[in-house]
């Protein structure tokens, strides 16, 4: 997937699936052709029956082509005023331009929502974003406003246990640490036993350990590790007991900061395990054991691993300093080295490029024209992709697990989440990324580029 989800959960999701189904390659070309056929002498669209634009934007927002979905959208709008369609449409307004990231734009929309049509799903949901818009433009009040305001009107909404958690981030990122702890325990009172409390304590150890107040994050950590309650959180055991043997370290503990990580076990699988294995080494312990297991088990596990497109990868991705066993790394979770593979979210190839993306780099990656199926192509996806990664790279100072979060989570999120990162270091900056399925993400792209690293040299032959 190129964009994801958040810790408010599924709203990317929510995105496209709330608009109907996922419309594929086929039926994206036949509404192309029929608004080729529906436009005046002077080019405009025309006045077309609601159900037929409300179809027609659906299939564009599907597949990521926003304007012309904003174009059936604001036919709704303008010509059916009193439409029960209407608050779809504004939200579709409002969300589109969000993920074009106009979002002053989209707040103005999600405000016209929120402000007629609230009591409805689509107004509870502007309500959300309007917040989300908030927090990417920098407006970190106004955001603890808007969630604030959401716990007031829809005390049982479904975006209920989310809004408290972003009311705490965004107390935080403002700077305001006692309101954040204050929203912490409020969190915690409220959701006792369950996983948005242990959210909330996920988010006290981050902004402790940003604010370097190594005894808290030591306690914080303890208390997380005693409710053990980390399935389906944002929270990770072995993430966790990293942070607690780091604060170790901090705090001048290097024994028990050794023992701590050597407590996070050293596989393939395990994202924190590596990072623990050179800090035990950093610390003058002996890692002879568990670089041994890591290399055994990738040995084993090497059919899962294999090499494709590697002419491809060498030309496009080594050229512009990409080292391609992260690009296959990618490739292996995004589409299992299947060409013709198609997410929902419209993301097309190898590299699951969306046509939005494509269009910003093809020039640059030497195609001049592109329709969103050369995406199947392995050399033009190869070629674009490697030029975006490479952009990704440059742009976060060479971190890989930004770019991977960037290129499932977005870049306006990496950014914040690199401010949030205190010190910037691989296990500070992961433990920042706020959304669930995009912090998996980095787990597994950096997992197999481990294993990649292990088996290949840069020039992809096995070692």
């Known amino acids: 997937m190129k964009k994801a989800f958040i810790l408010f959960a599924f709203l990317f999701l929510f995105?496209?699936?709330?608009?109907?189904?996922?419309?594929?390659?086929?039926?994206?070309?036949?509404?192309?052709?029929?608004?080729?056929?529906?436009v005046d002498v002077s080019g405009n669209l025309r006045t077309l029956p609601v159900k037929d634009h409300m179809y027609r934007a659906d299939v564009y927002m599907s597949n990521r082509q926003f304007s012309n979905a904003r174009e059936h959208w604001n036919k709704v709008l303008t010509q059916y005023?009193?439409?029960?369609?209407?608050?779809?449409?504004?939200?579709?307004?409002?969300?589109s331009n969000m993920w074009e990231r106009n979002y002053d734009v989209a707040v103005s929309w999600f405000d016209k929502l929120v402000k007629n049509h609230l009591s409805t799903s689509w107004g509870q949901e502007g309500l959300a974003y309007k917040g989300a818009c908030f927090v990417r433009l920098g407006k970190n009040l106004e955001a603890a406003q808007t969630y604030q305001q959401y716990t007031v009107m829809f005390p049982y909404g479904k975006r209920i246990e989310s809004s408290f958690l972003n009311i705490?981030?965004?107390?935080?990122?403002?700077?305001?640490?006692?309101?954040a702890n204050a929203w912490v325990d409020k969190t915690r009172k409220k959701f006792n036993g369950t996983t948005t409390e242990v959210n909330a304590l996920h988010a006290?150890?981050?902004?402790?350990?940003?604010?370097s107040n190594w005894n808290e994050v030591l306690r914080t950590a303890n208390e997380l590790l005693r409710l053990n309650n980390f399935k389906g959180t944002m929270a990770f055991e072995y993430e966790v007991k990293y942070l607690k043997a780091y604060a170790l370290e901090k705090l001048g503990n290097r024994t028990q900061a050794v023992s701590t990580y050597t407590a996070i076990p050293a596989s393939p699988t395990s994202y924190y395990g590596g990072l623990a294995t050179e800090r035990i080494s950093a610390l003058g312990g002996s890692?002879?054991?568990?670089?041994?297991?890591?290399?055994?088990?990738?040995?084993?596990?090497?059919?899962?691993?294999?090499?494709?497109?590697?002419?491809?990868?060498?030309?496009?991705?080594?050229s512009r300093g990409i080292d391609p066993r992260f690009v296959l790394a990618i490739m292996k979770q995004e589409s299992s080295f299947r060409p013709k593979a198609k997410s929902f979210a419209a993301?097309?190839?190898?590299?699951?490029?969306?046509?939005?993306?494509?269009?910003?780099?093809?020039?640059?990656?030497g195609f001049n024209k592109i329709s969103g199926t050369d995406l199947y192509r392995p050399n033009v996806n190869i070629a674009i992709g490697s030029v975006y990664i490479a952009k990704?790279?440059?742009?976060?100072?060479?971190?890989?697990?930004?770019?991977?979060?960037?290129?499932?989570?977005?870049?306006?999120?990496v950014t914040r989440w690199l401010n949030r990162s205190n010190p910037k270091k691989e296990a500070i900056f992961t433990s920042e990324v706020g959304f669930s399925e995009t912090k998996k993400y980095v787990f597994k792209v950096m997992s197999n580029y481990r294993v990649y690293q292990e088996l290949y040299t840069e020039n992809l032959l096995r070692k």
């Open 15 to 38: 995105s496209f699936q709330a608009f109907g189904q996922v419309y594929n390659d086929a039926t994206l070309s036949r509404v192309i052709s029929l608004d080729k056929l529906s």
């Open 81 to 95: 005023p009193n439409e029960p369609n209407i608050p779809k449409a504004l939200f579709g307004m409002g969300r």
């Open 168 to 179: 705490i981030d965004a107390y935080r990122e403002a700077s305001r640490y006692d309101d």
């Open 204 to 211: 006290r150890l981050r902004m402790e350990i940003y604010r």
């Open 287 to 318: 890692t002879v054991y568990r670089n041994r297991q890591m290399k055994n088990a990738s040995r084993r596990v090497a059919r899962l691993y294999p090499v494709r497109f590697r002419a491809e990868l060498l030309r496009y991705s080594k």
């Open 347 to 365: 993301a097309r190839g190898l590299l699951q490029l969306t046509y939005d993306t494509a269009l910003k780099y093809n020039k640059e990656a």
């Open 392 to 413: 990704l790279k440059n742009q976060f100072g060479g971190l890989y697990e930004a770019i991977a979060a960037s290129y499932n989570g977005g870049e306006d999120n």
